[in-house]
């Protein structure tokens, strides 16, 4: 069964820096891209960052170069790197996955990590 999991939420000041982790399991992790995703209460979920099966990344035009998104195949997991943290970045992070089934595809969610920015 595909499993992920989400670590590395907390509390941070703003203008701190965090790193969250997502281990994969339940399917071949190098073959395919990774995500992650975030929703502030009373707001709908939004794409962070995304990074191919080859490394290749993208990042929500708002977040302007704060985010780092990457993966280690060896383990299993991908990385978001947080910096620059303002309170509007408090949301419960999801780590996604997109998985070829025998026919089409299935999306993938984590448990969900918090993180919360504040003073």
């Known amino acids: 069964q595909v499993q992920l999991v989400e670590s590395g939420g907390g509390l941070v000041q703003p203008g701190g820096s965090l790193k969250l982790s997502c281990a994969a399991s339940g399917f071949t992790f190098s073959s395919y891209p990774m995500s992650w995703y975030r929703q502030a209460p009373g707001k709908e979920r939004e794409l962070v960052a995304a990074i191919t099966s080859a490394g290749g990344t993208n990042y929500a035009d708002s977040l302007k170069g704060r985010f780092t998104i990457s993966r280690d195949n060896a383990k299993n997991t991908v990385y978001l790197k947080m910096s620059s943290l303002k309170p509007e970045d408090t949301a419960v992070y999801y780590c996604?996955?997109?998985?070829?089934?025998?026919?089409?595809?299935?999306?993938?969610w984590g448990q969900g990590t918090q993180v919360t920015v504040s003073s």
């Open positions: 996604n996955a997109k998985i070829k089934l025998v026919v089409g595809f299935r999306t993938y």
